[in-house]
């Protein structure tokens, strides 16, 4: 009873609140409080945004709905962030009024979202709800790098350490290297950990001068092949971008450990030689794991164009499995990722150094053939709409000699679902045109052997022309209704088609 009590209590509180609110905004002289997201136009932009040490800014159109989602979650997290000490101000710009500064900043779709550093734009990778931008933009406004005061935290990363080291050397922070190696480093503290130091013990130890910039791998991935560190002068202001370069070069050791937490970020790169093991760097199984990476390291000094990591095989379970290797009976198994997404496995064999460098030799010279997982060919695929398999996406969509319209979509997703009835008809449509296939792949269960179709969300549908199927056209309409897929159809089509009605 007294819960009942209690509960019946707050709610009349909360009414009570209510009403007040009501009655406060239907005042004749109510005016709404301020909004905490400023609004910047061409006349106060640079003075604004020149001045701050960093500030959000958002590029928006008043009539997109991805804006107008977004619009209640920034204002209320840019009243959050204005109640921190130092603030981060959040600011809006709309970009259909504005032209010139989207034009100026390269804003190309809504919403675009920005970083400023004194006036210096950095792109925003954060999360757009209240609080992935509230805790994205207070990470972003801390320093990008990190003091080190003493050679034993150098140390202390060799020996221990995961993953690379990016050390700066400079003699203080009126040191012009130094401020050139934190704008750099801003643009990068998402992809790695940037540190620096005025101590010159620890530039002895780097066996480096004051002004360098320092890559270090951590002992367990050092090998006899390649230098233990790499450093650039970084003294003569060389550009952002060849700091980048560097730095990306020699991210990475001759045969690293790829791991689901790190392999969008350091193994993009194309072709990826990985050797699968059970890889286990504590100290009870760190000799076998570095004997079969040794093995993987003599064969990788000789194959500088390829990059070569080690990787778990539990942790790539579904990727041994995709490449037909679960059962191999071997304990160390290897393939090949190409730049155009096709996989290459070698035969179950003993593995040693010879037999993965018959292996990747066998690949340069184009031997191999790729592992394409497919569902079965069907037997009967003449209806309005063709499947296309794994096995059979070059026969039907490459055929040099047809137009070729491809849906790619996977069995849960609800737009493919409600774009189904859609699809067929528009296969009946054009089912007698002889040079016009209307085509549909599950993505989730076929391989794509040409790395031209990217499929990032579903249903992504594609237009590949007859004599350049190098060069597909994906659909970019917001309608995929039959009308609006029927002129993507007749604008795009190598020859006039004519439609079951015509005929």
């Not at 935290?153 to 080291?165: A, C, I, N, P, R």
């Not at 401020?179 to 620096?196: C, G, M, P, S, V």
């Not at 190409?338 to 030799?361: I, Q």
Request: with cysteine; charged share 30%; net charge neutral.
């Amino acid at each position: 009873m007294a819960e009942y009590l209690e509960r019946l209590l707050l709610h009349r509180q909360t009414m009570g609140v209510r009403v007040r609110k009501v009655k406060e905004v239907s005042q004749p002289n109510w005016t709404p409080p301020p909004e905490a997201t400023q609004v910047l136009t061409t006349d106060n932009f640079d003075d604004i945004v020149n001045d701050a040490d960093i500030i959000l800014v958002e590029f928006y159109a008043p009539w997109c709905g991805h804006c107008k989602k977004l619009a209640p979650e920034y204002e209320k997290a840019a009243k959050e962030l204005g109640k921190r000490s130092p603030l981060i101000p959040l600011a809006k710009v709309d970009a259909t009024a504005e032209t010139d500064l989207a034009k100026r900043f390269d804003v190309s779709g809504y919403p675009t979202l920005k970083i400023f550093r004194k006036g210096k734009p950095f792109d925003y990778n954060g999360r757009r709800e209240r609080y992935g931008i509230v805790n994205y933009m207070i990470e972003q406004s801390g320093p990008p790098s990190k003091e080190i005061l003493a050679l034993k935290q150098v140390q202390e990363f060799l020996k221990d350490g995961d993953d690379v080291t990016i050390i700066g050397v400079f003699k203080g922070e009126s040191d012009p290297a130094y401020q050139h190696y934190q704008d750099a480093a801003n643009n990068l503290r998402e992809d790695y950990k940037f540190h620096h130091t005025f101590n010159t013990e620890i530039a002895k130890f780097l066996k480096v001068s004051q002004g360098n910039l320092v890559v270090l791998q951590p002992e367990k991935f050092q090998s006899k092949y390649e230098p233990k560190s790499n450093a650039m002068d970084i003294g003569g202001s060389p550009e952002g971008a060849a700091i980048k370069d560097f730095i990306v070069k020699h991210i990475l050791p001759l045969v690293g450990h790829r791991k689901t937490s790190n392999e969008a970020k350091r193994y993009t790169k194309r072709p990826l030689v990985v050797v699968y093991y059970s890889v286990d760097f504590s100290f009870d199984y760190l000799a076998a794991t570095q004997f079969w990476r040794n093995k993987v390291l003599e064969v990788a000094k000789d194959f500088p164009e390829y990059t070569f990591a080690i990787a778990d095989e539990e942790d790539y379970c579904t990727e041994v499995k995709d490449l037909g290797l679960s059962e191999s009976g071997e304990d160390v198994n290897a393939a090949i990722l190409d730049e155009s997404g096709k996989k290459y496995a070698m035969e179950p064999d003993e593995f040693d150094s010879d037999t993965l460098r018959e292996f990747v030799t066998a690949f340069k010279k184009g031997k191999l053939k790729p592992v394409i997982k497919s569902q079965p060919v069907p037997k009967n695929n003449q209806g309005p709409v063709r499947v296309v398999v794994g096995k059979t996406f070059d026969s039907i969509v490459m055929d040099p000699k047809k137009d070729v319209l491809t849906e790619f979509y996977a069995p849960w997703c609800g737009h493919c679902k409600q774009l189904e009835p859609v699809y067929t008809d528009l296969g009946k449509k054009y089912k007698n045109q002889k040079n016009l296939v209307i085509a549909k792949r599950d993505a989730t269960a076929n391989d794509v052997t040409s790395d031209r179709y990217k499929v990032e969300g579903f249903p992504p549908i594609y237009f590949a022309p007859s004599g350049d199927k190098k060069n597909p056209i994906k659909f970019e309409g917001r309608n995929r209704d039959l009308e609006h897929l029927s002129k993507f159809i007749e604008e795009h089509a190598t020859k006039p088609s004519r439609t079951k009605e015509e005929l």
